[in-house]
T-cell receptor, first 116, second 111 residues
Framework: GAVVSQHPSWVICKSGTSVKIECRSL??????MFWYRQFPKQSLMLMAT?????????EQGVEKDKFLINHASLTLSTLTVTSAHPEDSSFYIC????????????FGPGTRLTVT | TQLLEQSPQFLSIQEGENLTVYCNSS?????LQWYRQEPGEGPVLLVT?????EVKKLKRLTFQFGDARKDSSLHITAAQPGDTGLYLC???????????FGKGTKLSVKP
C-alpha cells in the first residue's frame, strides 16, 4: 500500500514552454502533498506544500507564479513549470502524506525535467 | 545552517568491506528516518528510529538512534554493489510538517 505515482517520469521541453507534472496517491487519500526539487549531487529541497482545496504554500525563494500547483482532489496534485528555462532543469519529486493510519510521507519516483 | 549533517559526503569502497555513515544534529527529534535513493528514482524508506538508543537491523544494515535522539548512524556489513546509492537521513521538522533531509552520503561499492 501507500503508493505514489508521478507522470511523466521524464520530459524534455524547449525554453519558454510550460510543463505539467502529475502526482497521484494510488491507494490512499492525501490532503497534503509536497513537491521537492533535487539538483544533481544534491539532496531534496522542499519547494512547496500542496493542500487539497486551498492555495499552496511556497518555500522561501520559490516563485509561485513560475511553479503553479493545483491540488484539485484528494489523490491528485499537479505542478506546472511555466515559461521553463534551462536552470529549471532538475529532478522533481512529489510526496503524499497519509493521514489515516501512519501520517507518513510517501514518495513518488520522480520526474526528470530537461529544458533545452 | 543545515539541520542534519551527514558524513561522509562520499564513500567509495570495495565489495565486502564494512562502513558506517552518520547523521548528526544539535536538535532533538522524536524520530528519524533513513532513505536510500538510486539515480533517477525517488527515495525509498529503509527504517524509522524512534527511541533513544534504539538499534534496528535490516539484513546487513544496522541503524542506531543516539541516546539523546540527536544523531543516528547506519552501518553496513559486507557491502555489496547493490548497496550503491545515496543514503539520506530525514526528520519531520519543516514548517509544513514536512520531512527535511540531510545532504546525503553517496556510497559506491565496487565489485
Amino acid at each position: 500500500g501507500a503508493v505514489v505515482s508521478q507522470h511523466p517520469s521524464w520530459v524534455i521541453c524547449k525554453s519558454g514552454t510550460s510543463v505539467k507534472i502529475e502526482c497521484r496517491s494510488l491507494d490512499f487519500q492525501a490532503t497534503t502533498m509536497f513537491w521537492y526539487r533535487q539538483f544533481p549531487k544534491q539532496s531534496l529541497m522542499l519547494m512547496a506544500t500542496s493542500n487539497e482545496g486551498s492555495k499552496a504554500t511556497y518555500e522561501q525563494g520559490v516563485e509561485k507564479d513560475k511553479f503553479l500547483i493545483n491540488h484539485a482532489s484528494l489523490t491528485l496534485s499537479t505542478l506546472t513549470v511555466t515559461s521553463a528555462h534551462p536552470e529549471d532543469s532538475s529532478f522533481y519529486i512529489c510526496s503524499a502524506r497519509e493521514v489515516v493510519f501512519t501520517y507518513e510521507q510517501y514518495f513518488g519516483p520522480g520526474t526528470r525535467l530537461t529544458v533545452t | 545552517t543545515q539541520l542534519l549533517e551527514q558524513s561522509p559526503q562520499f564513500l567509495s569502497i570495495q565489495e565486502g568491506e564494512n562502513l558506517t555513515v552518520y547523521c548528526n544534529s544539535s536538535s532533538v527529534f522524536s524520530s528519524l528516518q533513513w532513505y536510500r535513493q538510486e539515480p533517477g528514482e525517488g527515495p525509498v524508506l529503509l527504517v524509522t528510529v524512534v527511541t533513544g538508543g534504539e538499534v534496528k537491523k535490516l539484513k546487513r544494515l544496522t541503524f542506531q538512534f543516539g541516546d539523546a535522539r540527536k544523531d543516528s548512524s547506519l552501518h553496513i556489513t559486507a557491502a555489496q554493489p547493490g548497496d550503491t546509492g545515496l543514503y539520506l537521513c530525514a526528520v519531520y521538522g519543516g514548517s509544513q510538517g514536512n520531512l527535511i533531509f540531510g545532504k546525503g552520503t553517496k556510497l559506491s561499492v565496487k565489485p
